[in-house]
């Protein structure tokens, strides 16, 4: 599985070089933000992960599904985006939580990758 970690700081390098090693995943990290002018830095990954603090825009979506990607991972802390609205791109949507310290509350959403 090859994982595109966008609008990446360091301590969720830290957190998921630590998850990746355990699921066996090839990941980059990516310092921009997910939009319409980084979406083609997704080619040839299977995921992108984003940080739930920037809207992710139909149009983006559909743009990283064009680069072959089929899954968005969202890492949020609250409940208050309406995930069903982005499964219409044609991308499964993956929600994380993560407490403010940056740990992962559920690390068992490595499972519901494709």
């Known amino acids: 599985m090859k994982i595109a970690f966008y609008d990446t700081k360091p301590k969720d390098k830290i957190l998921f070089d630590l998850i990746s090693k355990d699921e066996n995943f090839d990941v980059f990290y ?3 933000s997910l939009d ?11 995921t992108v992960c984003v940080c739930d603090e920037k809207e992710l825009k139909e149009g983006v979506l559909k743009a990283v599904g064009h680069y072959g990607v089929r899954a968005a991972i969202i890492r949020a802390e609250d409940d208050k ?25 559920n690390s068992k959403w490595v499972s519901y990758l494709p």
């Open 30 to 32: 990516i310092k921009d």
């Open 36 to 46: 319409e002018t980084t979406a083609n830095l997704a080619a040839g990954f299977d």
């Open 81 to 105: 985006r309406n995930f069903e609205s982005y499964k219409k791109c044609g991308i499964d949507i993956i929600r994380i939580n993560i407490t403010p310290p940056g740990k992962l509350v």
